[in-house]
């Protein structure tokens, strides 16, 4: 049996479960179990990796980092931000760069997005697990790197 993947919050703000992200594919846990994070309103701020690994996808609003034992961990920043087509968003690592848990993956200037209408909440998922297997770890406000939840 795999070992519990500890999946840390890849930005500070509040913690908001997948049932409540205003996307219908997170909020059925269609991609994978785990958590949200909504960012504070407006401002600009930097998101890290969730967990350590390989970077296997990177988007300009979304990043995959598999983890030793093979599993991919979805950062996905805001709702719809894929419309924006990386406005407001600067990447800070390369596809295919090992990154450390914690360490900044990009930066992000939310206006563009808020101007447009979109939610910033950002989903975290481990792609491929079943609906309700995260354990969340972080309730009310999570700070940038600490536990936000488990898995297995």
Request: net charge negative; glycine share 12%; no cysteine.
């Amino acid at each position: 049996m795999a070992q519990s993947l500890m999946v840390h919050a890849p930005i500070g703000g509040s913690v908001v479960p997948l049932s409540d992200v205003p996307d219908p594919v997170f909020a059925s846990q269609m991609v994978g179990s785990g958590a949200a994070v909504e960012p504070p309103a407006g401002v600009a701020f930097d998101v890290v990796s969730p967990v350590a690994g390989k970077v296997v996808k990177l988007l300009p609003h979304a990043f995959v980092v598999v983890e030793s034992s093979g599993r991919g961990v979805l950062t996905h920043v805001g709702i719809d931000t894929v419309k924006l087509k990386g406005e407001g968003f600067k990447l800070l690592v390369a596809q295919g760069d090992t990154v450390a848990a914690g360490e900044p993956v990009m930066h992000v200037d939310p206006t563009a997005a808020l101007a447009a209408g979109y939610s910033m909440v950002s989903p975290v998922v481990v792609l491929d697990t079943k609906p309700d297997a995260a354990t969340l770890l972080a309730a009310g406000a999570v700070a940038t790197g600490a536990l936000l939840f488990s898995l297995g």
